[in-house]
């Protein structure tokens, strides 16, 4: 009888248990599914991107007004305007502009109308009616400079959701062993489309689009390896930075919105407006680059996630490749593709898709894949050859050509005063609409534009910099930006090095300091980048910029050598 009631015993604690457990799971759930809520505000925005996400194809284009989402003017069929042929992008841009002409002359008409629509017909009323809910009296006058042309991404969308498929379940695991929320996995649809090779026209690359110098901090990134084209690597790299602004904005939603237009952006804005309601930051700021790209960037995320998570409502079925199945492996030296290659019996093409982040001109016979290289290997192949890769580091090892880490030649013993970052600004004496600066190292022209409030192409204009052109180290600067107004430019500038700096010795510490004398065919960025592995900002604060912009063979310059901060 006692042993009866005790099994009823530990069935009921059992029974309480279990449904403790799905009890505090789905609470967990509704937690997590309160993380990315649309606010009412931004709902027609989010409406909007996924019509564009699940209705229109590559060959349409959206005619809208970039402040009202909801109204659509016309839906422009490529195909029926070219009859089914092919068009250049030359022929599609006149088309949209004869489009935007129209509704432009249609909108300039309706400004001088007084009526109540009643008399109007065609697309004189239907344009009066997508405007008749909005009472403002200027409201025709700011349609007829908002008329905007977005190109549809139906394909694009099911392109991405197909090749999403090779990497998602290990991003996954990264966010979850990091505790970043899941649903952030979807953000590459917008950014990427899970196109480990995408790159924007500012130079961003890879599925989370990071720029050179926000890469730097995370990613091993040079001549020869590039990670933020590393699908699990870059997401390593994105975790931290969505960690770090998390925890300087308290919300999720905020550094969602950081991840297009910087934590410190985002913090002014919260600052400005007294304000973490990410609706009211999206309406109301007005300040700097923050226009239609940043104010659709969470709209554009939540119509992703939405659509993601429910892509066979969207699109039908879809053959979703398969997870890659791979091993990894650190090299333990400068190792010849080839060698991998024949190794391993693995294909040049197989190869080239399992490491996008190796530079494709590693794979000629000549060159090497840099030592302390993380390579991806199909799982069998990996588990059947391995044994032959044992033989492999000792052949390369010998050849004459290894590009190898050159020898230490003076160790350094003595006290160096640590150089600082110039952060002066020079008054114009020809112009009071500008200042001057020398450019340090990891700035850019985006980062002149950001600080000063500028565009880029005012910047690049003021200093006859065309889009090819890339800034050279101690290179003089014009700001077209009155001098009264140089010194938040200059705060600005301070805090973001200072911050680049802070985040460096999080991570890493001083070990040794030695000279490095330059050899033929060296030059500063693969000193640092490629044989050191060490910011040019810290190899600067040991020697004199001037110096380095124009090292030559024979020149001696300090080196501080790091590791990982215990």
Known sequence: MKMKRKENILIIVLFLFYFTAIWAESKS?????????????????VKFWKDIFTKYSKDQVVLHDRENLNIVYEIVDLEKEFKGGKYTSKQKEKIIENYKKKYINIISELEKYKGSGEKLSGDMKRVFGLFEKIDKKD?????????????????????????????????????????????????????????????SKYGAAGIWQFTRSTGRM???????????????????????LFKKSYEELKSWP?????????????KRAVRILNTNDISVIIEKYKRGRFGFASKNFYPEFLAALEVENNYQKY??????EKDVEFESMKLTSNTRVNS????????KEEFAELNPHINKSLFSYARYIPKGTLIYLPSQKYIAYIDNFKTLVNEDVKDNNIVSKPEIDIKTEINIKLSELDFSVYKDEKSENYFWIYVNPEETVWHFSMWSERTVSSIKKANNLRSSNSLKLHQKIKIPLEYEYSQIFEEQRKRYHKKIEEEFFRIYEIESIIEHRIKKGENIWDICYQIYGVPLWLIYKYNDLKKLSRVKPGDRIIIPLVRKAV
């Not at 970043?180 to 990427?192: D, F, N, Q, R």
């Not at 991998?340 to 294909?347: A, G, H, M, S």
């Open 218 to 240: 995370y990613l091993r990134i040079n001549s020869s390896i590039d990670n933020r084209k590393d699908p699990f690597a870059s997401t390593k790299a994105a975790v931290k």
């Open 139 to 199: 409201k025709f006058y700011r349609a007829k400079r908002n008329i905007r042309a977005q190109d549809g991404l139906r394909d694009k969308f099911i392109e991405g959701l197909i090749i999403r498929g090779r990497y998602i379940k290990r991003i996954k695991e990264i966010l979850i062993e990091e505790g970043v929320p899941v649903e952030i996995s979807a953000l590459p649809h917008i950014e990427s489309s899970f196109n480990t090779n995408a790159r």
């Open 254 to 266: 905020l550094a969602i919105l950081a991840h297009n237009y910087g934590t410190y952006g985002i």
């Open 29 to 45: 759930f509704e937690e997590k599914e309160r993380i990315f809520k649309c606010p009412t505000s931004l709902v027609d925005n």
């Open 340 to 347: 991998v290659l024949d190794k391993f019996n693995i294909k």
């Open 315 to 320: 699109f039908g079925e879809i053959n979703i």
